[in-house]
């Protein structure tokens, strides 16, 4: 990895850390983002939840209820007749899949006693009312927030082979405000799943085209503000191949005040390189003017030993 960092020009180490900055920003923004969007949504819909379970509750007659579940194995026409007002309920409210009710007290294996069935629940399962349940633990760690609180609260989202769901418990309370029964209603939770779907593909597909324009616009203002880096690299190549007569391009920027000092020192060699071509001449023209002076001499003393 060391070794691959090192090869990457400056330009490549430059967008990439920028791509890695703006992954970590969009990605903690986005996983802020969904979080707040799931709890909205999830406390509206158990509002809409909540209200609905009332809904049910006002359809059902509470005064049966209450003496279905003192004995739910009593007499024939009462529990018909809360059979008959479970299937009408189930059947006038289109997000309400099953609803039925249940005792308040658990035994010793937290089962909890049948009060009320629908007849399509009766017809599906080997249970009545009068036998004893084991509800999943979604549905019961509900039901010990109802005895908590004495308020209708609603499970978690679970999944079965039909859909997705939720399951709204009402609970009811006898004169002394001690809860006797819980009507329980299964409602259609299709719709969060599939929210958060849409919501999870419409942040991906802003953070990949919010990615690529930074990426695009990144790279193409750190090229051009290294653009005078690249201009410098090759002044210093045709410098070292002897090429004194090359000026780059100046800029007021940080990056491009390089080059100004980069043709200031070139300005500055070929002032040193002139004064040196100057003394050489004039030591050239010394050293010919000493040696015609001395040929003048020799010729003297030979006119002299003649």
Known sequence: MKKYWHKLSFLQKNVLLTVLVILTLVG????LSFNM?????MSLFERQSIETGEIVLKKLDVELVRDMAKDPTAEKVKKEK???KLDEVSKELKSVGQTYVTGAKPNEKRELQLVGLTTELTN????KPGDYYEQPAHWMKAYDKVIDTKKAQMTEVYEDEIGSWVTILEPITDGENNIIAIVAADLDASIVP???????IQGLLFIIIS???ATITQFFIVRHSLAPLKDLRE???KIGEGDLSIKLKERPD?????????????EKFKGIIDKVRQTAEQVSSSSQELSASTEENSMAVQEIAS
């Open 194 to 200: 599939i929210t958060k779907e849409k919501f999870m």
């Open 28 to 31: 903690s923004m986005g996983a």
């Open 235 to 237: 002044g210093l190549r």
């Open 254 to 266: 940080d990056i491009g005040i390089i080059n100004v000092y980069f043709n200031n020192t070139i």
């Open 82 to 84: 809360l059979t008959e």
């Open 211 to 213: 990615l690529a324009i």
């Open 37 to 41: 969007f799931q709890n909205s949504m």
């Open 124 to 127: 599906a399962f080997p249970i």
